[in-house]
């Protein structure tokens, strides 16, 4: 049987995503939790690999188990093995042709960060601290350069390892909500340290240092030395997967903040 699992995490205490040997990362923690509730080993694919201190609130993965228990055993007795930074949130059995991966359409990311001068004390390892004021409608009409199909080497880790540096981004929203302005970003797929380099940029922007015809210039120019610096991994949540609605998979609120309507 093939199950379909909703997973949110912290991932500030991780080496991300990918099991790794030589620190603790999401994936062993829960294939460890999902062995111990199977009785027998278990591997997970995911909809997308986050990197080191990066978090989730709507990770998906499958996996394939001989095994039959009850859901509850997959949510809460899943959730009884796993450390308090990670959680199941809900299960679905799903045919053999769903694919965590290859299966979504889209995924989408939030960048979060506390625009103030002085630093927070609550949720401050889960968010990007900037004291300097932003412009966040400068930061929006920069972003819209970005919406499209494009060559995104200029915001992709000189390390990233795919084969294309092409990619769709279906939408890219700065939003400011009191003292936190959201960067919203939906596409296809995304590269190494895509959107915090992203996020980086439009900083720069947003506290003037740049103006909005530079993002275009730096995407223009497939040159990852002109754009920003990598934002911090903390302020960073993969919020949602799309997949075709014949797989009827629930939905669950965005996250990380308590957004209005007009931000789902």
């Known amino acids: 049987m093939r199950y379909a699992l909703g997973v949110q995490y912290d991932g500030k205490k991780y080496c991300g995503w990918q099991r790794q040997n030589h620190s603790p990362s999401i994936q062993e923690a829960l294939e460890k939790a999902l062995s111990k509730v199977a009785d027998e080993p278990i591997e997970v694919i995911c909809a997308g690999r986050t990197d080191t201190g990066v978090n989730a609130t709507n990770q998906i993965v499958h996996f394939d188990t001989t095994k039959i228990r009850k859901d509850v055993a997959w949510t809460l007795g899943v959730n009884t093995n796993l450390p308090s930074d990670i959680a199941t949130t809900w299960v679905k059995q799903v045919p053999e042709e769903f694919h965590a991966r290859f299966s979504a359409t889209s995924r989408r990311y939030r960048y979060v960060i506390f625009n103030t001068p002085l630093r927070p004390a609550i949720l401050n390892g889960g968010l990007c601290f900037v004291h300097d004021k932003l412009d966040e409608t400068l930061m929006h009409q920069a972003a819209q350069a970005l919406v499209g199909t494009h060559d995104f080497t200029s915001f992709r880790t000189v390390h990233c390892q795919a084969p294309s540096p092409i990619r769709t981004m279906e939408f890219i929203n700065v939003h400011r909500i009191q003292d936190y302005v959201i960067i919203d970003v939906k596409g296809n797929?995304?590269?190494?340290?895509?959107i915090r380099n992203i996020a980086g940029s439009l900083i720069r922007v947003g506290k003037k240092q740049e103006t909005v015809a530079w993002m275009q210039e730096v995407l223009t120019a497939k040159n990852r030395c002109l754009a920003g610096m990598t934002a911090a991994a903390g302020g960073l949540y993969f919020v949602d997967v799309t997949y075709p609605e014949t797989f009827d998979l629930?939905?669950?609120?965005?996250?990380?903040l308590f957004l209005p309507d007009e931000f789902s």
Request: net charge positive.
């Open 250 to 256: 629930p939905v669950k609120p965005l996250g990380p």
């Open 189 to 194: 797929a995304f590269l190494h340290h895509m």
